[in-house]
Each structure stands twice: as C-alpha cells, then as structure tokens.
C-alpha cells in the first residue's frame, strides 16, 4: 500500500515521501474532522457538552441546543452530524423526554458516553459568606444531603442548568452554585467544595445519535422499543424471547404511548448487536409476538 501511496505521489518510498504522505492523511483527516457538527443539549459548559467532548474531541463544531427535542431535530434535518443527549442517571432514573423522542424519530443511537458525575461548590466569595445557592433541581436531588448539612441557612434558588446556576453565580455578590469543573472555568468561578454529590457512584449516560447503526464490535448493545396487547401474559411472552435466546436483558422501561390513553411503549436494552445471529434471530420473535417493535439502535456497550 505504502509503495501505491508513494507511487501517486510521485516518487520513491523515502523518508521526506512517507513524511509527505503522512501530512497529506492527517490534513485531510483533520479538514473531516472540523467540518463535523455536534448538536447536544446545551447551554455551553453543561455537563452534555462535556460527555460530548468527552467523545468526540474538542476540535469539532458544537452546536448548543435548548432542547432534546432540538438536537433530534438538528441530525434528522442534517444541520449537525450527531447529536448528544442524556438519557439516564444512576441516582435519579431516567430522562423521559429523550425515551419520548424515538416514538416518532428514525434516528439511531450509535454509541452512548458514560460520564461520572463530579458536582461542585462553586462561587467568587468565601463559604460562610453565601447567601444564595443556585442549582438545577436534579442537581439539587443528587447533592441534597451535603447541602442540608453544610449550607442549612442558605437560600436555594432553582435554575434551568448547571450552567445557568454558574453564570449567575458569577453576576452576584454572596452567591454560589453547584455546577461541574467545566461551568466553573467556563464563568471564572472559584471551587470551594469538590465532589459534593451524595452518591460517590453518580454517573450519567448520553446518547449519541445518528442517522445509522454502528458496525458491530464483539461487545456490543442493543436497545429496542415494543408494545404489546393488553392480553393476560402478553408483557410476559414478548420478554420470554430474551430468554430462549440466551439474551441478557440490560434494562427494561415503560412509557405511555401518548395516542391512546394506557397504552405504553417498553424500552427494552439488551447484550448483543442486531445483526448477531441470537439477536437477529430474537428480533424476529418479538415483530411476531408484539403490536410494535423498533430497533433504536445497536452501539459498543462500553464508554
């Protein structure tokens, strides 16, 4: 390959053709790489933009959305190439809307982003001096108990991100918020407190979606999206599938279907990518057994 490589360039394998050569691939790779676009559930420095980075680098373009329904939105109208939403949290459960969203999307998960979740007390003043908390209510839930204990007196003041906490923090005299590392430098906040979340364990995942289903790898996950008849046993028989082919199933949530009063969509993940014979061979028994089935998506199952 070098020697066709060497041969379209012009010349012989030297060192000055392969350093030639080598400029040429990292140039045109970086030319794809800043032309991506990234839509995630914004403001800027949230803790979706920072899985994002996370993901994809800090080179690319990111495109700060105010909604998830707006980052479907951006990758299905091909203004962004993929799109970063939350989708789960260890400590409070899921993220409804972003379950909602497939119902009518045709887009595809295609990867997913572990991120721990490390929530600070930040502020420009000293500790005994605030006089106001800014949070997001999740946030709040997560850090409840560290707040109740150290910052009793406090006036806490619910905000619509970590984001949006940090900014205003940073406005006001006496005040501080919880936010990540990425909000503090994003508002040159100070962090008086690390790691002031409740559960040491707290971590979030992200979806990553696009317009198709990753290869597989060997190691990878499946999620899908049924509904079933109201019949005696009907739930039953369709997660019976799951174990006559060996499957195991990851994670199981039910949402109503919003067009007909206690209808719901399951949302199943489990072990395995759609095109592995088991899996293929599941997705098959289930479009048989159940009124609706959908593949959302079949990503590596790891960070």
């Known amino acids: 390959m070098l020697q066709r490589l060497c041969k379209l360039n012009g010349g012989p394998i030297t060192d000055d053709s392969l350093r030639a050569i080598y400029r040429e691939v990292m140039s045109s790779a970086l030319s794809l790489e800043k032309s991506m676009a990234i839509a995630y559930l914004g403001p800027e420095a949230t803790f979706t933009h920072q899985a994002a980075i996370r993901r994809f680098g800090s080179s690319l373009h990111y495109a700060s959305q105010k909604t998830i329904a707006d980052v479907f939105s951006e990758v299905t109208k091909n203004r962004a190439d993929y799109g970063v939403v ?23 998960i295609v990867a997913q982003i572990i991120l721990p979740i490390q929530h600070c007390l930040v502020s420009n003043c000293k500790r005994d001096t605030l006089q106001r908390l800014y949070a997001h209510p999740q946030t709040l839930a997560q850090c409840r108990s560290w707040v109740q204990n150290h910052l009793p007196l406090v006036e806490i003041i619910e905000t619509s991100s970590n984001a949006r906490s940090a ?68 739930l039953y028989q369709a997660l019976a599938v799951f174990r006559r082919f060996r499957l195991n199933m990851t994670k199981i949530e039910s949402r109503p279907s919003k067009r007909k009063a206690w ?35 079949s990503y590596p199952n790891s960070d």
């Open 86 to 108: 939350p989708v789960e949290n260890s400590t409070e459960g899921v993220v409804t809307h972003t379950l909602d969203m497939f119902v009518d999307s045709e887009l595809k």
């Open 263 to 297: 209808e719901y969509y399951f949302f199943v993940d489990c072990e395995g990518h759609k095109e592995d014979q088991r899996v293929a061979k599941a997705i098959v028994e289930l479009q048989r057994q159940c009124n609706f089935v959908k593949v959302l998506g």
């Open 167 to 234: 900014e205003l923090a940073a406005r006001e005299k006496n005040a501080a918020a919880i936010a990540g590392v990425l909000a503090a430098e994003r508002y040159k906040l100070h962090i008086l407190e690390y790691d002031i979340q409740d559960n040491s364990a707290n971590a979030t995942r992200f979806l990553v979606l696009g317009r198709q289903c990753s290869p597989p790898t060997g190691k990878d996950r499946t999620s899908i999206m049924l509904s079933v008849t109201h019949e005696v046993g009907a």
